[in-house]
């Protein structure tokens, strides 16, 4: 179970056990706003600007500033830099991230790269062994057939 915890270190999409009619929900990014060219409302909203949008290096360009231009306020890494081989989150914070319940057992290793072992196993399973298996029948078959006409 561990490895599958592992595959979605910020636990999203998130469920709803408590509700009679248990959704599955994610964040959408305010998709309709987006076609737009508008922010999503989250974003729009905040009256600090603690919420940015826009391209991962943009946004990663503004984290570093603001830790390089406010020594002391933040701690000094940018969490979703290199967890998970970078995400499309970031965050900074003033108290180390393990102290406010983020994840910092996670592996820079990015999840692709976990799973394509398996994914070549599987097409090696669903390509080759089918094709193993049907000349076994037809060899089988062309066997029984073989035998009988010698009788």
């Known amino acids: 179970m561990q490895v599958l915890h592992d595959l979605l270190p910020f636990e999203i999409p998130k469920?709803?056990?408590d509700s009679a009619?248990?959704?599955v929900k994610k964040c959408q990014l305010c998709y309709s706003r987006l076609k737009e060219n508008k922010l999503p409302?989250?974003?729009e909203a905040c009256p600090r600007e603690a919420l940015l949008f826009g391209t991962r290096r943009a946004v990663m360009d503004i984290a570093k500033e603001r830790i390089y231009q406010n020594p002391g306020k933040y701690v000094r890494q940018i969490y979703g830099e290199r967890e998970v081989g970078g995400t499309g989150w970031i965050y900074l914070s003033k108290a180390p991230f393990s102290e406010?319940?983020?994840r910092t057992d996670l592996s820079e290793i990015p999840v692709p790269d976990r799973t394509k072992g398996?994914?070549?196993g599987v097409a090696q399973v669903l390509l080759?062994?089918?094709v193993f298996l049907l000349g076994l029948s037809m060899a089988r078959k062309k066997k029984e057939g073989g035998s009988e006409?010698?009788?």
């Open 15 to 17: 469920f709803e056990y």
């Open 21 to 23: 009619n248990p959704r």
């Open 41 to 43: 409302a989250c974003v």
């Open 100 to 102: 406010i319940g983020f």
């Open 118 to 120: 398996f994914l070549f």
């Open 128 to 130: 080759i062994w089918p």
């Open 149 to 151: 006409g010698k009788e």
